[in-house]
């Protein structure tokens, strides 16, 4: 993993926790090549944000 990002949308360098605001907890899923999504309901991950232009840029 990097130390720090350049945010792609608005370009702010991405090099600490302030520069993140944490998100939703979503499951991990799969799209199959059939159409069909198979959803982990056991794990979750958190999406992280861009502080500067809310993108998300990243999970944990
Ligand atoms: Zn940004």
Do not use: F, Q
């Amino acid at each position: 993993m990097v130390a720090a990002m350049t945010c792609p949308d608005c370009g702010a360098d991405i090099a600490d926790a302030d520069d993140l605001v944490a998100g939703r907890r979503v499951h991990r899923l799969t799209v199959r090549d059939d159409g069909t999504v198979v959803v982990d309901l056991a794990n979750t991950v958190t999406l992280w944000h861009c502080a500067h232009c809310d993108l998300a840029v990243g999970v944990s």
